[in-house]
């Protein structure tokens, strides 16, 4: 009996050393994470074991079999499930949701090179020990050998059945005492919750908070938005949204128009880059990569400017109408582009002013904008597609993704091609609602007589994006099989071919469409800086960077896979410029989405938040007469827009992004277990790690969150908070019930 007691104490202790591995995560000292919800989460861990201890030993009294057994099982799976919990925080930074394992276990194979390289940790490994030495001593007692002996009848089974009974009422009594009622209201969910009784609560369609009566706002508003649902009309929660996309901050002054625009002068030499003030913050290693340096003085260090950055009136606002099409769907607009606007803008990007573009959006995986943005990081690691952007782009320098939950690439090409949110909170729209009625750039352009093409170097059914795809306007697929067909055959990484080679073989392959006598619509993906990250031969890490990232593995395999992806990136754009399809061909250069990896350079809390959700974003001509900056803040459902002004086509949309070249964008929304974060044009609001109430900090122009270390505090404003909390369950709402657009 002793070694079962001690077994039962063993794996308590494995389950307490792994939930030692989120607080690491998150940043947060041990001593401070016990207030933050740390101790709650080890007397839940406690407490479900003793729930299913005495579930093991009820089940041995009622079938007359032995308990042990049965809580081996039980033990397995909570630990399986706590581990799994734990690797899914590391890397998305939010906890593993029941709806993320029912529609993503089909992933589990591809995914199994990510979880092997996020599992290294003293934590996991010292777990896996102890769960190991549990078993061991639940089985194998000295002089014997392991047996699962039944319990006597009669009597004995009846004191078998009690204690069940006592146990699981003492841990339910536990569930319920004040001591528990806190980390039901704390926002730092994954040091607080259990996970699997997180499951059993969403699969009962309770969440968190609603389980313990402490917060039922949620189950009151999705009771409120059934009737719509249920109606031929879209419901309030449209209307919420559509209030959100004409929605402006009202510390913007009328008639900013082109605010926040600025000329860039060529960038300094790529050796040169980056010499410049090394700010306030200190560095892991002297001598090694400086910190961002702040806000302006940062952009002019990227962009090669010495002095003040001066504004530029030259990119105007784009003249567009929006024009409802039924009160009862408030989402659904036609949209059109004055054309003398549409001239205009194409003039200033060297394109034809009249007439119909070819247009390409290459999306870079995995790509954030810190390694872009950094004056010492970008020139030794992305310094062609630094170039290319500071160069020969009209260049939006601070663009947010909502996408930062499972499904993340396909978050991220939602938002950009459909204009709006990726289901904040909610399954991914191409794994779970490839049928949402919603108006894409796909079909936009498919309507406008273009050509639709995809393009991939993996599999074309990889979380339904042929599916979703072909239903939203998409005709044309070339995936990895295609590819293939033409000698591409080297894998870089676990997630499809090389890019070098992928990416050059598209240019021939757009060559042949554009021949075909209509101008086409495309999209592909570069899938080299997909995680996990390794380093690798062909993107050799620089010296620099190796010696003072020694001890941040994760981080070198991910600097070393975006040096494969800047080559492969700019021998593209080589080959294009060279093409005769650049002469009538655009492309938008945007990162599907961020990475929380973190680098050697220390961030502040801010920083580090800005980087998990910051892409970079560009509008790439051939032809581009001089280039631009635009430093304001937009979303990446503002692409969307933008690619239809400076195509010039028209058409019925949902989109809640706006053309953004007059000065304001798309506030950027995010939400995690409660935990809302903003960011307008003025202001920077997020909830930090276990807090209830949102802190502020003041963007003024030029300002940027992400380079600069210290901005000033500014008082949160309710109501706006409230506001934004409404338009993310409004986002979910219409998404979940399929009430953007009329059947």
């Known amino acids: 009996m002793r070694f079962r007691v001690f077994s039962v104490v ?52 009622v079938s007359g079999t032995a308990a042990w057994p049965w809580a081996a099982c039980f033990a397995a799976f909570l630990w399986v499930a706590a581990l799994a919990n734990a690797l899914y925080f590391r890397f998305f930074s939010s906890r593993l949701d029941w709806w993320v394992v029912r529609l993503h276990w089909d992933d589990l194979v591809r995914v199994k090179g990510s979880a092997a390289t996020l599992g290294v940790s003293w934590q996991v490994v010292a777990s896996m020990v102890l769960v190991i030495a549990a078993l061991a001593a639940l089985f194998v007692r000295p002089g014997t050998a392991a047996r699962a002996a039944p319990p006597a009848p009669g009597r004995p089974r009846r004191r078998m059945a009690v204690l069940a009974i006592d146990l699981m009422i003492l841990s339910a009594a536990v569930q319920t005492e004040p001591i528990l009622w806190r980390a039901n209201r704390l926002n730092s969910v994954p040091l607080a919750d259990q996970i699997v009784q997180v499951w059993f609560n969403e699969w009962l369609g309770l969440d968190r908070h609603e389980f313990m009566n402490v917060k039922q706002d949620r189950r009151r508003a999705l009771k409120e938005s059934l009737p719509g649902a249920l109606s031929g009309a879209a419901g309030g929660q449209a209307s919420v949204l559509a209030a ?21 002068r060529d960038p300094p030499d790529e050796a040169a880059g980056g010499a410049q003030g090394a700010g306030e913050n200190e560095i892991d290693s002297p001598g090694a990569v400086p910190p961002p340096v702040e806000g302006r003085a940062a952009h002019a260090a990227v962009s090669g400017e010495t002095g003040l950055v001066r504004r530029s009136p030259s990119i105007p606002a784009v003249e567009n109408t929006r024009t409802p099409v039924d009160p009862a769907w408030p989402l659904v607009a036609d949209l059109a582009f004055d054309p003398a606007s549409t001239a205009a803008l194409r003039a200033r990007l060297g394109l034809p002013p009249e007439g119909p573009l070819n247009v390409l959006v290459l999306f870079l995986e995995t790509f954030r904008s810190l390694e872009l943005t950094h004056p010492d990081l970008a020139p030794q690691v992305v310094p062609r597609v630094r170039s290319i952007l500071n160069r020969r782009s009209v260049q939006f320098t601070q663009v947010y993704s909502s996408a930062l939950t499972a499904g993340q690439t396909v978050r991220g090409q939602f938002s950009t091609l459909c204009g709006t949110f990726p289901n904040i909170g909610g399954a991914a729209v191409y794994i779970a609602h490839p049928g949402l009625r919603v108006r894409c750039l796909q079909a936009l352009f498919k309507d406008n007589g273009y050509q639709t093409i995809w393009l991939n170097g993996f599999a074309r059914s990889y979380h339904n994006k042929f599916l979703f795809e072909s239903l939203h306007g998409m005709e044309t697929f070339f995936d990895m099989e295609h590819f293939r067909s033409r000698g591409v055959t080297k894998w870089i990484g676990s997630w499809g071919l090389g890019d070098r080679a992928v990416l050059e073989e598209t240019v021939k392959t757009l060559e042949v469409a554009a021949a075909a006598g209509r101008p086409f619509f495309a999209h592909i993906i570069t899938l080299s800086t997909h995680h996990p990250h390794s380093v690798i031969p062909e993107g050799p890490v620089p010296a620099r960077i190796a010696k003072a990232a020694a001890k941040h593995a994760d981080y070198l395999g991910y600097v070393s896979r975006l040096k494969y992806a800047d080559e492969a990136v700019g021998n593209f754009f080589t080959r294009f410029f060279a093409s005769p399809l650049s002469k009538n061909t655009v492309v938008f250069v945007v990162g599907d989405h961020s990475i929380t990896t973190v680098p050697h350079v220390r961030l502040t809390d801010v920083q580090r938040r800005e980087m998990a959700f910051r892409v970079p974003f560009g509008i790439v001509t051939a032809g581009l007469r001089e ?94 908070t409230a506001f934004f909390s409404d338009v993310i369950r409004a986002n979910r709402d219409v998404i979940m019930f399929n009430k953007i657009m009329p059947p």
């Not at 308590?12 to 607080?23: E, G, I």
């Not at 989460?41 to 201890?53: A, E, K, N, P, T």
């Not at 008639?255 to 625009?261: F, S, V």
């Open 10 to 61: 063993l794996f308590a202790v494995a389950l307490v050393v792994l939930r030692l591995q989120v607080a690491d995560d998150m940043g947060i000292p041990y001593a401070k994470a016990l207030g933050l919800g740390l101790a709650d989460g080890f007397i839940r861990d406690c407490s479900i074991w003793v729930f299913l201890l005495g579930a093991s030993l009820l089940l041995g009294a």
């Open 244 to 264: 959100f996309r004409d929605w402006h901050d009202p510390s913007r002054k009328a008639g900013a128009g082109g605010a926040g625009l600025a000329e860039s």
């Open 627 to 720: 280039p631009v900056r635009i430093d304001y803040p937009i979303h990446q459902a503002d692409i969307a827009p933008i690619i239809a002004a400076v195509a010039g086509v028209s058409g019925r949309v949902t989109w809640i992004g706006r053309p953004a070249f007059s000065g304001e964008g798309t506030p950027w929304l995010y939400e995690d277990g409660g935990a809302i974060s903003y960011r307008t044009a003025s202001r920077l609001c997020l909830t930090p790690v276990g807090g209830r109430e949102v802190r502020c900090v003041a963007t003024p122009p030029g300002a940027d969150p992400l380079l600069d270390p210290k901005l000033d505090e500014v008082p949160e404003d309710p109501a706006e």
